[in-house]
């Protein structure tokens, strides 16, 4: 496989979270009329923002998030913050990507939820209308949050369902808050019919996976770990379940740390489908080109590989039917 034909092909994102991805210079032209000092040197800023080779697990990880959240606290910096994903996007011929962001990260300056929501959705759409890049939003609330604020977002997902978000999602402290601790909360997505994908098995628990799915997660965000309980494959062939597999961020966090623990074929074999993802493009300092040249790398990925993931993940995107259709038409005339 050629990086730059790879780079052209058209391709699918679902994971890709907005404050792990912003481009370190337009982070700066962020910070700047807020009166927020980055250091001058971009070699030192990237320091700050990409997770170190020696990264020791995922709280390591998530460390290179706090500057950027502190500057993400404005309409303004959410809107550029998604205009310049999109653009990135662009960059690879990405086709369609699904951006998700935890809306109560971003109220340290008093702003509502709605407004932050609102913010990112007309980044969103500008990218849109600027690079021809078609996107949605997906919803997190974080694990360690009170389940009433945790509501309060699931309720959001609904009312923001027709203006660009797609659909809602857990993400953060999966050790401490397993799956069945939001039973309730996740009972109301379902109830809601608001789609939904869950971080699960980003830890080392597979079973973490199982209940994620038992509780209506469609799609699974990394689900490595259960690679470790082969028991669980059958059902996640069963219910038609998509592993959001993001290859970088899962060796940076640990959640394997060699090349034979990684179940990207045990997966392929047992015929669970699988996607590429970037996770976070600036903390991984990674683009969907480069994931895809790993897999080809370490796999003898092919082409007609590619096609298929790139299907996959259209397959599990959350969109209509329509949209899907012509996803897979240009993906099949393109490869």
């Not at 939820?113 to 919803?139: C, D, M, R, W």
Request: aromatic letters at 8%.
């Amino acid at each position: 496989m050629n990086r730059e034909q790879v780079k052209k092909l058209p391709k699918v994102e679902l994971h890709c979270h907005l404050d792990g991805s912003i481009r370190p210079e337009t982070l700066r032209k962020i910070a700047e009329p807020q009166g927020i000092s980055l250091p001058e040197d971009p070699e030192q800023l990237k320091n700050l923002l990409v997770a170190p080779d020696d990264c020791q697990n995922l709280n390591d990880y998530l460390k290179r998030f706090d500057l950027v959240l502190s500057c993400l606290q404005t309409e303004d910096a959410l809107k550029t913050a998604a205009i310049d994903i999109i653009s990135q996007a662009a960059e690879e011929n990405i086709r369609y990507i699904e951006v998700r962001f935890a809306p109560s990260f971003h109220t340290e300056k008093g702003l509502s939820l709605p407004k932050i929501i609102t913010a990112v959705l007309a980044g969103l759409e500008y990218g849109q209308q600027q690079f021809g890049v078609k996107s949605n939003a997906l919803l997190c609330g974080m694990r360690h949050e009170d389940l009433a604020d945790i509501e309060k977002i699931v309720h959001l997902a609904e009312e923001f369902k027709t203006a660009g978000v797609a659909g809602f999602d857990l993400a953060g402290n999966e050790i401490d808050f397993p799956p069945y601790t939001f039973e309730e909360t996740l009972g109301l997505v379902n109830q809601l019919n608001i789609p939904l994908t869950l971080h699960a098995g980003e830890c080392g628990c597979g079973k973490n996976v199982a209940d994620a799915v038992h509780l209506g997660a469609k799609r699974i965000g990394h689900g490595i770990a259960v690679k470790n309980t082969p028991e669980y494959f059958s059902l996640l062939k069963e219910q038609d379940v998509l592993i959001e597999m993001c290859p970088t961020s899962n060796f940076q966090t640990k959640t394997v740390t060699k090349l034979a623990d990684y179940p990207f074929k045990t997966f392929l074999d047992a015929g669970i489908k699988v996607c590429i993802n970037t996770d976070n493009r600036t903390v991984s300092d990674t683009t969907l080109t480069d994931e895809y040249m790993k897999l080809h790398e370490w796999y003898d990925l092919t082409y007609a590989d590619m096609e298929q993931l790139n299907h996959n993940a259209v397959n599990g995107a959350f969109l209509s039917d329509r949209e899907k259709e012509l996803l897979h038409a240009l993906l099949v005339s393109s490869y």
